[in-house]
T-cell receptor, first 112, second 114 residues
Framework: KQEVTQIPAALSVPEGENLVLNCSFTDSAIYNLQWFRQDPGKGLTSLLLIQSSQREQTSGRLNASLDKSSGRSTLYIAASQPGDSATYLCLVGGQAGTALIFGKGTTLSVSS | DTEVTQTPKHLVMGMTNKKSLKCEQHMGHRAMYWYKQKAKKPPELMFVYSYEKLSINESVPSRFSPECPNSSLLNLHLHALQPEDSALYLC?????????????FGPGTRLTVT
């Protein structure tokens, strides 16, 4: 059964820092991996989708990479801003079973 | 239009009430999903509809009853809920069902059961 882990669970950084969020998964038979942000009490905003055949995707200050063989994805946020404060979730789109498994998220706080 | 809409935004109901949540998308997606999210937890998949047919029910209690009247609309009928069912209910859609396709989420309905 697929298990998805996000480390760290929480992260506090000063404004301007570059940071990396991690998502690992146990079953490498996946179709894609999607990163979301969620503000408190709100829905999920899609940030980046990486297909299994891709190594990375970029959108503005965000860069997501995928290493399927090692079961890892990272979300790199450059020059962090207080507006980046949110919970970041990864969603693994697997090939077997229920096929849609979220990690527990990383709660990011960026102070000014 | 890449939007999934959900109504109502907030709902408070008693344990004997019957209410419904509504979700709509106009992206031509053929799969729609209900997720439940408790505070400080990730969303948990409840139901998946593919081509208007229920394809996955993640052992959800029968007090939750999904319905997909057409390919754009998804309802979740609620009856005799318990206080522990209070949560954020998220709807999502994708081009097809399963892990192959990008998921698009709505803003959610915040449900409180009293």
């Amino acid at each position: 059964k697929q298990e998805v882990t996000q480390i760290p669970a929480a992260l506090s950084v000063p404004e301007g820092e570059n940071l990396v969020l991690n998502c690992s998964f146990t079953d490498s038979a996946i179709y894609n991996l999607q990163w979301f942000r969620q503000d408190p009490g709100k829905g999920l905003t899609s940030l980046l989708l990486i297909q299994s055949s891709q190594r990375e995707q970029t959108s503005g200050r965000l860069n997501a990479s995928l290493d399927k063989s090692s079961g890892r994805s990272t979300l790199y946020i450059a020059a962090s801003q207080p507006g980046d404060s949110a919970t970041y979730l990864c969603l693994v789109g697997g090939q077997a079973g229920t096929a849609l498994i979220f990690g527990k998220g990383t709660t990011l706080s960026v102070s000014s | 239009d890449t939007e999934v809409t959900q109504t109502p935004k907030h709902l408070v109901m008693g344990m004997t009430n019957k209410k419904s949540l509504k979700c709509e998308q106009h992206m031509g997606h053929r799969a729609m999903y209900w997720y439940k999210q408790k505070a400080k937890k990730p969303p948990e998949l409840m139901f998946v509809y593919s081509y208007e047919k229920l394809s996955i029910n993640e052992s959800v209690p029968s007090r939750f009853s999904p319905e997909c009247p057409n390919s754009s609309l998804l309802n979740l009928h609620l009856h005799a809920l318990q206080p522990e069912d209070s949560a954020l209910y998220l709807c999502a859609s994708s081009q097809g069902s399963g892990g192959l396709y990008e998921q698009y989420f709505g803003p959610g309905t915040r449900l409180t059961v009293t």
